[in-house]
């Protein structure tokens, strides 16, 4: 069986944060992906952005003080 | 005031409600259906508005509706054809087709249309019900594209089955031709036909 890889999200409290946070990681070249936000987190038709885990701490820092992140959660498979 | 005539249509399943309403009606001024279902009670009143009829439902305890049917005066007759519909789902015929004409969903803030667009395409390939066939053009078909942030949406879509048509014409006016990353080259003949036959074109 294939292991579903483990994703976390990163919330935000506007979308306008998230198209920020997104220009910071594109021009840093850290992947990631703009995807709504899962069901389980929030019914609202929110987007955020989904990483892997092993580069939440470059995500984090190049993030730093630039935007302001609302939350990370791990992703529900 | 002529009398009402009762039709018990409870416990039936269409399109029996809507005969027993259009005979009824046809040797009754007024007549009062009872129905036991939504498909029944819309049916039924739109046999009664077709009809020229002055329509009142009214919901019942116990689930039933009670539809009282009074004909107008110099209404039309109940000769005219009326065909119910059995089934909330209608008839698929076609492939279920995906059109993807723009690289943003919505038209207004192409910035925004380009999020929502993405959300979309990665929502159909997380869901369960599949299309049969995506069609790109225009702007569309820059996300089919190897250098696309949706492509891995894409390739998971077409690796499920999906067919994915891109315009030829498209690729080569953006001169992006040997940039493609996901699908097949088409014609307007192919997308124009499948747009024609489709039992269902979808259209972010």
């Known amino acids: 069986m294939k292991e579903q890889p483990r994703y976390f999200v990163m919330l935000f409290k506007s979308v306008s944060y998230v198209l920020k946070a997104e220009k910071i990681l594109q021009k840093e070249g850290l992947p990631h992906k703009l995807i709504p936000v899962p069901k389980h987190i929030s019914a609202d038709c929110g987007i955020c952005l989904r990483f892997e885990p092993a580069i939440q701490s470059k995500i984090k820092a190049a ?15 | 005031m002529s009398e009402v005539k009762i039709v018990n249509a409870t416990g039936l399943v269409c399109p ?10 046809e040797s009754h001024e ?3 259906v009872i129905v036991d279902n939504d498909t029944a009670l819309e049916n039924v009143k739109r046999l009664g508005t077709k009809l020229g009829c002055d329509v009142k439902v009214e919901k019942k305890n116990d689930g039933t509706y009670e539809i009282n049917l009074a004909r107008k005066a110099g209404a039309v007759g109940t ?4 065909v119910p519909s059995c089934d909330a789902t209608p008839v698929q ?3 279920f087709v995906i059109v993807i004409s723009a690289n943003t969903m919505g038209r207004g803030n192409d910035e925004l249309g380009y999020v929502l667009i993405r959300a979309f ?5 997380v869901q369960a019900e599949k299309p049969d066939i995506m069609i790109f053009y225009n702007t569309g078909v820059k996300l089919a594209l190897k250098e696309s942030e949706v492509l891995d949406d894409l390739k998971e879509l077409a690796s499920a089955g999906v067919e994915m048509l891109v315009c030829g014409t498209c690729l080569n006016y953006f001169e992006v031709k040997e940039k493609l990353g996901v699908g097949v080259v088409s014609n307007m003949y192919d997308i124009a036909g499948i747009m ?9």
């Open chain 2, 79 to 82: 000769k005219e054809e009326f």
């Open chain 2, 196 to 204: 024609s036959r489709a039992g269902r074109l979808l259209a972010p």
């Open chain 2, 30 to 32: 007024q007549v009062m």
């Open chain 2, 93 to 95: 015929s076609g492939p």
């Open chain 2, 16 to 25: 029996q409600p809507v005969v027993l309403a259009k005979q009824a009606l």
């Open chain 1, 63 to 77: 993030l730093l003080n630039k935007v302001e992140i609302e939350e990370i959660r791990e992703m529900a498979n």
């Open chain 2, 121 to 125: 395409l990665h929502t159909i390939a």
